[in-house]
């Protein structure tokens, strides 16, 4: 079915960037680097400085970058890793992957982390907090840090739907997510704010040691050619992608403003609708600069707006029907999250990309409107 207002329209992004993405890919092509070579340098080199670190290491996903920053700051099994269940199940699936205990936490209104809700959770065998900057919104990194600090515990920060996203730290002034932690995790799955054309994903770290572990973990541990100094896996960013990335990055900052203008419009059309609850409007805390990943409503009647929207040519994503913890195939369900799990009957994702035309937007409010309007007794 062709929708008035798709979720996702890659071929338009694509469409609109062809003729520089044709050049490099066939430039690439033709020089026949297609295994960690200059481009995929040129990107990590990029994306530190993006994100104001001294290292980046491009890897195969985001899954890998949470679980490769595991292994790499020295987690042992049975480790406690404190997360939140409302995330993208990598957050916490690399935790068990790694040999880790997940612990998890409650968010809070702006479905981010609930950072009052870590000390109570904090035990003899906790070792890592997973802030995840959710939707393009960080989490409370002054309060985590602070944490971090009196228990000794070691920070990875899941920014993989937060790329630019910024907070502002009471003495470091504004920080980009992804630098503050002790390494940062990104995803450049196709749907990302910066994704490329297949999987991808990276680390930014300050520390020489973490990034070169890295470097061996994604790579089989090969030091050189002749010399492997650890087992590992194959994890390498394709240096085609990073081509893709180079040329992307470029607008990685008008896509944000993109995002951000079109937030503002939601949230400006669709105030007063008293069965919406809508994300923190922009700029209405002066210590968060939120890029929009996603637009999350929490919705009354979710599922059948979900149908309403989809009958007239808007789609939408319901990505947390039921909540990480509640899945029975993941054993978490000894914890009790009341907000994650309210959260699972009343979020709605709303088309959200930089292509999308202010008609777009005012049509999908305009569908919402008439839901409700329409619906009401
Ligand atoms: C996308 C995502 C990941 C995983 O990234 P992949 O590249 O898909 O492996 C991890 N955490 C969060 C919050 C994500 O949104």
Redesign the pocket.
């Known amino acids: 079915m062709g929708y008035k207002v798709p979720f996702v329209n890659y071929s338009l992004q694509y469409k609109k960037i062809k003729k520089r993405i044709d050049k490099t890919m066939a430039d690439v092509l033709n020089r026949g680097d297609l295994i960690l070579r200059k481009d995929t340098e040129e990107f990590e080199k990029k994306l530190a400085d993006f994100i104001g670190v001294k290292y980046a290491v491009g890897l195969n996903?985001?899954?890998?970058a949470?679980f490769f920053s595991l292994l790499a700051c020295g987690i042992k099994k049975g480790d406690e890793v404190i997360t939140v269940s409302h995330?993208?199940v990598?957050?916490i699936a690399t935790i068990v992957q790694a040999g880790g205990k997940p612990i998890l936490v409650d968010v809070g209104n702006d479905y981010v982390m609930d950072t009052g809700k870590l000390e109570k959770v904090i035990g003899p065998k906790t070792k890592f907090i997973i802030p995840?900057h959710?939707n393009g919104r960080m989490v409370d990194m002054e309060k985590v840090m602070a944490i971090a600090k009196k228990y000794n515990l070691i920070v990875i920060e899941?920014a993989?739907?937060s790329i630019g996203a910024k907070y502002k730290m009471k003495k470091l002034g504004w920080r980009v997510g992804g630098s503050i932690g002790l390494t940062g995790?990104f995803?450049?799955?196709p749907a990302?704010i910066l994704g490329c054309f297949g999987?991808?994903?990276a680390i930014t770290t300050n520390n020489q040691d973490i990034a070169q572990k890295v470097r061996l973990l994604r790579d089989h541990g090969q030091e050189t050619k002749t010399n492997i100094v650890c087992y590992g896996w194959n994890s390498r960013l394709d240096n085609l992608q990073a081509a893709v990335l180079n040329v992307k990055l470029a607008y990685l900052s008008d896509w944000i403003k993109r995002r951000r203008e079109i937030a503002k419009i939601y949230s400006h059309m669709l105030t007063g609708i008293k069965e919406i609850k809508l994300p923190p409007e922009i700029d209405s805390d002066p210590n968060y600069f939120d890029v929009f990943q996603n637009y999350v409503i929490c919705a009354e009647r979710r599922n059948e707006l979900y149908n309403y929207l989809k009958e007239n040519g808007v789609e939408t994503l319901i990505k947390d029907r039921v909540a990480n913890h509640c899945q029975p195939g993941l054993n978490l369900s000894r914890f009790k999250l009341p907000v994650s799990e309210h959260l699972a009957n009343e979020v709605i994702s709303l088309p959200m990309y930089p292509e999308l035309t202010n008609q777009q937007v005012g049509y999908v409010v305009k569908c919402i409107v008439g839901f409700y309007r329409h619906r009401r007794v």
């Open positions: 996903s985001g899954t890998d949470l995330t993208f990598a957050s995840v959710l899941d993989a739907q995790c995803s450049f799955y990302k999987d991808g994903g």
